[in-house]
């Protein structure tokens, strides 16, 4: 199977940045889409940022030019850079794949167990 481990995550001021890490590690052909999601205390999981396996980037529109997401193709990491954080950033911090099992296999999603970040203002 597939595991996701995140880390980074932390208390940080507001204007402050904070740099996510995340690798997949077990037994896989391929992972395709990986990428960051995050969840606000009382409000839906929401996409931040994910990067496909042609290295094609995609934001949420909100978070341009803040965050840079960046992959390491050999080592099967995903990282996160956030610059100029803002209270309303805080939030778990999810790593997500899509990932192929075998080389005939459907992509299968798979996440992480969440990494927390706090900016205080």
């Known amino acids: 199977q597939v595991q996701l481990v995140e880390s980074g995550g932390g208390l940080v001021q507001a204007g402050g940045s904070l740099r996510l890490s995340c690798v997949a590690s077990g037994s896989f052909f391929r992972i395709d889409t990986m990428g960051w999601y995050r969840q606000a205390p009382g409000k839906q999981r929401e996409l931040v940022a994910n990067?496909?396996?042609?290295?094609?980037?995609n934001y949420a529109d909100s978070l341009k030019g803040r965050f840079t997401i960046s992959r390491d193709y050999a080592k099967n990491t995903v990282s996160l850079q956030m610059n100029s954080l803002k209270p309303e950033d805080t939030g778990v911090y999810y790593c997500?794949?899509?990932?192929?099992?075998?080389?005939?296999?459907?992509?299968?999603?798979?996440w992480g167990q969440g990494t927390l970040v706090t900016v205080s203002s």
């Open positions: 990067s496909t396996s042609g290295g094609i980037p």
């Open positions: 997500n794949c899509n990932v192929r099992l075998r080389v005939v296999s459907r992509p299968i999603e798979r």
